[in-house]
């Protein structure tokens, strides 16, 4: 699956959730957003070694595929929509066939579209040190991109049992007539 089809789900799936599916979505990212901030805080100096003497090497030459994904995207929506447009052209860009420097960085060359409070899972876990810093912090953060992409993993068995419920239920209700 290429990565504008995984884009266009993640809109669709946002744009079709029922009212509480959307609401625990947004707990969700939200308690996802919370454990980057506490990555950040924790990494800070191997994130700031990252940014003065890397210059961003990990967002070159990498298989986009395996750095972002269709909960990446999701998430993102969710709390960014307005880089929806913005998200829309970088993947006109995107090669499938190879690989190449990432496709989100402004101008190509940076920075990332994505802002700091906002970041795909692979990016804000992943550090130029030879040393993972803020191990906790990754662990915790790891555990929510789990949690978001297990509630999206049982979307469909929730929407498929709403559904056949409010059939139930309407069908027992035309039986009382």
Known sequence: MGLQYQFKK???TIRRLAPADRERLGEICGDIQRAEKSLRIAAAEALAYCGSSCLGV????????AVLGFPDFVYILTLENHLADRMAACLQNESALYITDCIFLENGIGPCIFSNTVMPEVCITTFCATETPAQPEIRRLKWKFFQLGWFLGTLKIRVFARNLLGLVKQTDHRVSQ
């Open 58 to 65: 990990c967002c070159r030459n990498i298989d986009l595929d």
């Open 10 to 12: 993640a809109q669709e």
